[in-house]
C-alpha cells in the first residue's frame, strides 16, 4: 500500500546506483591516467648483493632525482625463478652470472643486449665467460659489470719476516709451506667446516691449476650419460691428480681446528695473523679489514704444475646485467643500465669493491691487495671455478669437504661420475 | 588450576573429619602449599639451556661490528651499540615490511580460527555422513604433501588470479593451518555435549545461531591454540612470501631479512639486530596470549 | 567422570559419540548451514593445495626444469630416483634422524610437561620461558646453536678434558647427527609441551587422589595413570612430530649445510636444491615418492594405536 512502504521507486533507485557508479569509473580513469601518462615508468632493479646494496641505493636516488621518466626500484630478495614462472620478472638484473643464471639465458628469457654501446665496451675474453656457461645463438644475452678475481691471499708481513718469496712453482709451495710449518706458523687457513669455502678456494684453485676447465666440462657435457671409469675424461680420471694433491696440502699444511672453523672464523683468524696463507676472493678483504684495517696483504695464484707459464686466477662474473624478454619497461630499463655502465660509475664500483672492470677502459686495478693478479687478468689467465660448472644438484662442495676431511678420493671422483652420468641421463 | 593433590588432599581429609567429628580447625584449608624445590631447580636448570642462545642473540645484537666479529660471543656489549639495530632498520625498511607482516598474520590467524572452526563443528556434527568423513581425512592428507611439490604450481596459480602479492601469502597460509587446525578442533569438539545445542534448538535456535552463541565461545581455548601455531607459522615464513610476492615493496620481514644470510656477510651484529626486531614482537605476542591460551586450556579442560 | 576422559582419545573412525555416550539419531538429512560451514573452506583448499598437489606430481612424469619447455618422460624419474645411492642415503639418514628426535622430543616434552603442571616455584615463568623456542625462525637458532657447537663446546670439552667434546661434533660425520637431534628437539619440545600441558590439566585431580586413597605412589601414578590418560595426544604428537622431522630443513642447512660430507642431507634438503637448480621434474618424483611414504607411515601409526588411544 502506498505510504506504508517507504522505498524508493525502481526507476529513481537505478538511476541513482548508475550516477554512483559511472562518477566512481570517471575518477578511477581519471586517477589511473594521470598515474599513467604523467608519472614515470617504473623499472625494477634486482640486485641482491648485500656488500653492493648501500652503494647502489645512493645510486638510484640519484639517478631516479636527476630525471623525470624513469623511476627505479630497488629489489633486493625476489626469486627469480619464481618470477620468470610468473611471466613478471625484474626489469633489469644486476647479479652473479654462473650456471643457475646461464638456465634462464638458454631458454631465450633474457633479451638481446648485442645492439646497445655498452655491449661493445666489453673486453671480448670477458664476453667469453658468459659464454663459457651456455649459449643463446644470435643473442648477447648478459653484459658484465664487474669480475672478482681470487687466488691466494697471504699476509705480507708474515712471508717477509720468514724471509719467503711468493712461490710460482708448486715446488716453490711446498717449500714455503715446509719453511712456514719448521717456523712455528701456520701456512694456510682452512675453513672446511663451510663447505664452499673447500669449493671455491682449495678445489678451484687446485684443479684449475693443472686442468684446462673450460674444453674439460665441454667434453663431459658432451660424453653426458657415458661418463664413467672409461671415459676420455671423467672427474676420476682428470681430476685424480689435483684433487689428490689438494687433499696432501690440507692435510699436511693447514690448521688442525680447521673441520669446526667457518668462513667468519677465517675471517678473523687470518687478520689476526694466524696464518700466512688464506684462499679466498677479494670478498673477505672486507671482511678481514673489519679486524685489521691496516694489514698488509697481497695475492698470488695458486701455482700446481712447475711452469709458471700455468699459472692463472680464478675469476667469476660477480655482477652481470640482463633485461628478461618479458619486461614491460625494456626501453626504461635500458636507459638505466646506460646510466650504469658509465665509466666512472663502473670504475667507483670496482674500486671500492675490489672487482676487476670488465670494459675496454676500465680504469686499472690499483689497490695493492689485489694488484697482485692484474697482469693474470690483462693477460686473459684465467678461469671460472671447476666448482661452478657442475649444477647444484650435485653436491661438489659437499664432496669436496668430505675429502679434505678425510673421504677417498677416487670414490668420491666415482661419485661425482655417476651423479652426472645420471644428471645426463634426465635431461 | 593445575593438577595439585596436596590440596586435594586436605580437602578429602576435611570431608572424611566432617562424617563422624568435629571439623577441623578452618585454617587447615588454607595450609600453604608445600613446593617441590628438587624440582623447581631441575626445571630451573632445563630453562638455561633455552635462555642461552638468547643471550647470545641479545648480547651480539647489541655489540659494534668489531666486536661482533671478534669471535666472543658470550662477552657483554662494550661498548654498548644500537648500530646493528640502525642499520638493519634502514637495510630492510623496517617499518614496511613489519606492518606487512603483522597484516598478513593477523588476517591468517582470524581466517584460519573462523574457517577452520566452522568446518570443524560441520566435519564433528556430521560425522555419520560420507561428505564430511571423508573431508575430514581430505584435509588431513594434506598435511603430509611436501611444499616443494605445491611450490611452483602455486607461483603460476597466485600468478594468474592476481594474487601474487601479500593477500596471495595470507590465503595461502590459512589455506595450509587448515589441516592441523581442522585436526585441533575436531579433537576438542568432541568433549562439547550435544545437549547444549540439542537445548539451544528446543528453544528456538537455528544451528547458525547455536554455533556463533554456544559453541563458538566455548571453543575460545582451542581457538587460542590454533591462534597461536597460525601466527607463529605465518610470522616466521620465509619460504611462501619469497616465492609467491611479486613486487618487492611489498615483501614480509623474513624474506627482507634474508639478506642477512648470504654466505658472503658477516654483519653479525647487524643481523641479530634484525632478528630481535623480528623476534620481539611473536614473543611479545607469546606472552599476553599464552597466559590466556594456558588459563583457556586448563578451564576448558577441567570441566564436567 | 570416564567419559571426558575417552574424548581425548584420537580414534577418528568412531562415530561421534557426545560426552555422555548417547549416540546421536543419524539424520538422513543434512542442515544447509552445515553446508555453508564446509564446502568453502573445502573449495578453497582444493584450490590451493589439491590442484597445485596434482599439477606438481604432474610434472614428476615429465623433464621439466621449473620453466620453458618440457617434455613427458613416464616413470624414468621414479626409476632413476630407486637407484640413485644419494637419494636412498638422504632417505635412510632423515628416517633414522626422525626415528630417534620423536623419542627424545616426546620423552622431553612430557617430563616436563609433568614438571610444570607440578607443585614447583615459578610456573607461569618457567611455562613462558619453555616455550619461547618455538616463537624463533629455524635458520636463527641454527645459526646460533652452530656458533655455540664451532667453538663453546669445543672450549668446554678442552676445559674439561673429555677428548671427543674436544672438537666440534658438527665437524664428525659420525657425530653430526647427534647436534641436529639437540638443536631440532630445543626448537620441537615447546609445541609438543603445549600440547602434553593441555592434556595433564585435562586429568581431573579426584583421579589422583583416588590413588593417593588407594596408596599409589607417584611413580606408580604416573606410569598407570597419567601416560594412559594423556595417549591420545601422545599418538597427536609423535604423528605430526615425526611428519615434521621428516621435512627437516632450516635448521640442518643452518647447522651443517648437509655435511661433513653429505653425511646429514635429508630429503628437504635435497628436493629443495635439485627443485631451485634446474633439476625439477626429477625432485618432484623425489617428493611424490616422500609424500606417498609418509603417508603411509601416519596411517600404519594411526592403525598400530587404534585399539590404545583409550584408556
Not at chain 1, 625476489?78 to 618470477?83: I, P
Request: aromatic share 12%.
Amino acid at each position: 500500500m502506498e505510504g506504508d512502504i517507504d522505498v524508493p521507486s525502481p526507476d529513481r533507485s537505478f538511476r541513482r546506483r548508475a550516477a554512483a557508479v559511472l562518477a566512481l569509473a570517471l575518477i578511477g580513469s581519471t586517477l589511473g591516467a594521470c598515474a599513467g601518462a604523467g608519472g614515470p615508468e617504473q623499472v625494477r632493479f634486482l640486485l641482491s648483493k648485500p656488500e653492493a646494496i648501500p652503494y647502489f641505493r645512493e645510486l638510484i636516488a640519484e639517478y631516479n632525482d636527476s630525471q623525470n621518466e624513469v623511476e627505479v626500484v630497488l629489489d633486493t630478495a625476489s626469486n627469480l625463478q619464481a618470477g620468470f614462472l610468473r611471466g613478471n620478472p625484474p626489469d633489469l638484473g644486476l647479479l652473479n652470472y654462473n650456471l643457475e643464471m646461464a638456465r634462464f639465458m638458454e631458454r631465450g628469457a633474457l633479451s638481446d643486449l648485442g645492439d646497445m654501446p655498452e655491449a661493445d665496451r666489453i673486453l671480448p675474453e670477458v664476453q667469453d665467460l658468459v659464454d663459457q656457461y651456455a649459449t643463446y645463438p644470435g643473442r648477447t644475452s648478459v653484459l658484465p659489470y664487474s669480475v672478482m678475481a681470487a687466488s691466494v691471499i697471504y699476509n705480507k708481513e708474515i712471508f717477509e719476516a720468514n724471509d719467503l718469496e711468493v712461490p710460482t712453482t708448486a715446488d716453490e709451495l711446498v717449500e714455503v709451506c715446509e719453511a712456514l710449518t719448521d717456523a712455528g706458523v701456520t701456512p694456510f687457513y682452512g675453513t672446511y667446516k663451510d663447505p664452499w669455502t673447500v669449493a671455491q678456494g682449495w678445489f678451484d684453485y687446485t684443479v684449475a691449476g693443472m686442468v684446462d676447465v673450460e674444453a674439460f666440462y665441454d667434453q663431459m657435457r658432451e660424453l653426458g650419460t657415458e661418463v664413467g671409469p672409461d671415459s676420455e675424461v671423467s672427474f676420476q680420471k682428470t681430476f685424480a691428480e689435483p684433487v689428490t694433491l689438494m687433499q696432501q696440502l690440507s692435510d699436511a699444511c693447514t690448521n688442525a681446528d680447521a673441520p669446526s672453523k667457518g668462513y667468519g672464523d677465517g675471517n678473523l683468524a687470518f687478520a689476526q695473523g694466524e696464518a700466512a696463507m688464506y684462499l679466498q676472493g677479494p670478498w673477505a678483504f672486507g671482511e678481514i679489514a673489519k679486524t685489521s684495517p691496516d694489514l698488509e696483504l697481497g695475492t698470488f695464484p695458486l701455482p700446481m704444475t712447475n711452469n709458471p707459464d700455468d699459472l692463472k686466477v680464478r675469476v667469476n662474473i660477480d655482477l652481470a646485467a640482463w633485461i628478461p624478454e618479458a619486461s614491460d619497461h625494456k626501453e626504461a630499463a635500458r636507459q638505466f643500465l646506460s646510466y650504469l655502465f658509465q665509466q666512472d660509475v663502473m670504475d667507483e664500483y670496482n674500486a671500492a669493491q675490489l672487482g676487476y672492470g670488465t670494459t675496454t677502459e676500465a680504469a686499472p686495478v690499483t689497490d695493492p691487495r689485489i694488484v697482485g693478479m692484474k697482469e693474470y687478468y690483462d693477460d686473459a689467465k684465467f678461469y671460472q671455478g671447476p666448482s661452478q660448472e657442475i649444477p647444484l644438484t650435485i653436491p661438489a662442495a659437499n664432496y669436496m669437504q668430505g675429502v679434505v676431511l678425510g673421504n677417498d678420493v677416487e670414490t668420491t671422483l666415482s661419485i661425482m661420475d655417476a651423479d652426472w652420468a645420471r644428471l645426463a641421463l634426465r635431461q | 588450576m593445575s593438577v595439585q593433590p596436596a590440596l586435594v588432599v586436605e580437602t578429602v581429609e576435611a570431608t572424611e573429619v566432617l562424617e563422624g567429628y568435629a571439623p577441623k580447625p578452618a585454617r587447615s584449608r588454607f595450609r600453604v602449599e608445600r613446593f617441590s624445590w628438587s624440582g623447581t631447580i631441575i626445571i630451573a636448570l632445563c630453562a638455561i639451556t633455552v635462555l642461552i642462545p638468547l643471550y647470545v642473540t641479545l648480547t651480539t645484537a647489541f655489540k659494534t661490528q668489531a666486536q661482533a666479529v671478534d669471535g666472543n660471543a658470550f662477552s657483554l656489549p662494550a661498548p654498548f651499540s644500537v648500530d646493528g639495530f640502525v642499520e638493519a632498520w634502514n637495510l630492510t625498511n623496517f617499518p614496511l615490511a613489519f606492518t606487512i607482516t603483522t597484516l598478513v598474520t593477523a588476517a591468517t590467524v582470524a581466517g584460519t580460527i573462523l574457517l577452520a572452526s566452522v568446518a570443524s563443528f560441520a566435519i564433528a556434527r556430521n560425522w555419520d555422513h560420507k561428505l564430511f568423513r571423508w573431508s575430514f581425512y581430505y584435509l588431513l592428507m594434506a598435511m603430509f604433501i611436501p611444499f616443494p611439490v605445491l611450490a611452483l604450481p602455486q607461483i603460476q596459480l597466485t600468478g594468474l588470479a592476481g594474487l601474487d602479492n601479500p593477500a596471495g601469502v595470507t590465503f595461502l597460509h590459512i589455506m595450509f593451518q587448515m589441516s592441523f587446525s581442522v585436526l585441533l578442533f575436531t579433537a576438542f569438539l568432541r568433549s562439547i555435549p550435544l545437549e547444549l545445542e540439542e537445548s539451544a534448538r528446543i528453544d528456538g535456535a537455528s544451528t547458525w545461531q547455536a554455533y556463533w552463541q554456544l559453541i563458538f565461545p566455548l571453543l575460545a581455548p582451542m581457538s587460542a591454540t590454533v591462534g597461536i601455531f597460525a601466527f607463529l607459522a605465518s610470522w616466521n615464513d620465509f619460504m611462501m612470501p619469497s616465492l609467491i610476492i611479486s613486487d618487492p615493496g611489498q615483501q614480509t620481514l623474513p624474506v627482507v631479512q634474508s639478506i642477512f644470510q648470504t654466505q658472503f656477510s658477516n654483519n653479525y651484529n647487524v643481523s641479530f639486530a634484525s632478528y630481535l626486531m623480528a623476534m620481539a614482537p611473536a614473543i611479545v605476542v607469546y606472552l599476553f596470549t599464552q597466559r590466556w591460551v594456558m588459563e583457556g586450556m586448563t578451564q576448558g579442560a577441567v570441566k564436567g | 567422570m570416564a567419559t571426558v576422559l575417552g574424548d581425548v582419545d584420537l580414534d577418528l573412525t568412531k562415530p561421534s559419540e557426545t560426552a555422555h555416550g548417547a549416540v546421536p539419531r543419524t539424520r538422513t538429512r543434512v542442515e544447509g548451514t552445515y553446508y555453508l560451514f564446509l564446502l568453502p573452506s573445502l573449495i578453497l583448499f582444493t584450490l590451493a593445495i589439491t590442484v597445485p598437489a596434482v599439477i606438481g606430481i604432474f610434472f614428476s612424469f615429465t623433464n621439466s626444469i621449473g620453466f620453458g619447455d618440457w617434455e613427458f618422460v613416464g616413470f624414468i624419474n621414479y626409476i632413476a630416483a630407486f637407484s640413485d645411492p644419494a637419494i636412498v642415503q638422504s632417505y635412510l639418514f632423515t628416517f633414522g634422524f626422525a626415528a630417534v628426535t620423536v623419542i627424545v622430543v616426546n620423552v622431553v616434552a612430557f617430563l616436563l610437561a609433568v614438571g610444570l603442571t607440578s607443585r614447583i616455584r615459578f610456573k607461569t615463568g618457567l611455562r613462558t620461558i619453555f616455550v619461547i623456542p618455538m616463537v624463533i625462525s629455524g635458520i636463527v637458532i641454527a645459526y646460533v646453536f652452530n656458533f655455540l657447537f664451532s667453538n663453546s663446546v669445543p672450549a668446554l670439552g678442552q676445559a674439561l678434558g673429555i677428548g671427543w667434546l674436544s672438537e666440534s661434533i658438527l665437524a664428525n660425520p659420525d657425530l653430526a647427527w647427534i647436534a641436529i637431534v639437540i638443536v631440532t628437539a630445543w626448537q620441537a619440545v615447546p609445541g609438543t609441551l603445549l600440547i602434553y600441558i593441555a592434556g595433564l590439566l585435562s586429568i581431573p585431580g579426584e583421579v589422583y587422589e583416588a590413588a593417593d586413597i588407594d596408596g599409589a605412589g607417584k611413580l606408580a601414578q604416573l606410569t598407570r595413570i597419567t601416560l594412559p590418560l594423556v595417549a591420545g595426544y601422545v599418538v597427536i604428537n609423535v604423528i605430526i612430530g615425526f611428519k615434521g622431522f621428516l621435512n627437516a630443513y632450516d635448521i640442518i642447512v643452518g647447522l651443517t649445510a648437509g655435511g661433513p660430507g653429505t653425511a646429514t642431507r635429508s630429503i628437504a634438503m635435497t628436493i629443495v636444491t635439485g627443485f631451485s637448480s634446474g633439476d625439477y621434474a626429477y625432485q618432484m618424483a623425489n617428493a611424490t615418492i616422500f609424500f606417498l611414504i609418509t603417508l603411509a607411515i601416519a596411517l600404519l601409526q594411526l592403525a598400530l594405536t587404534r585399539g590404545r588411544s583409550v584408556l
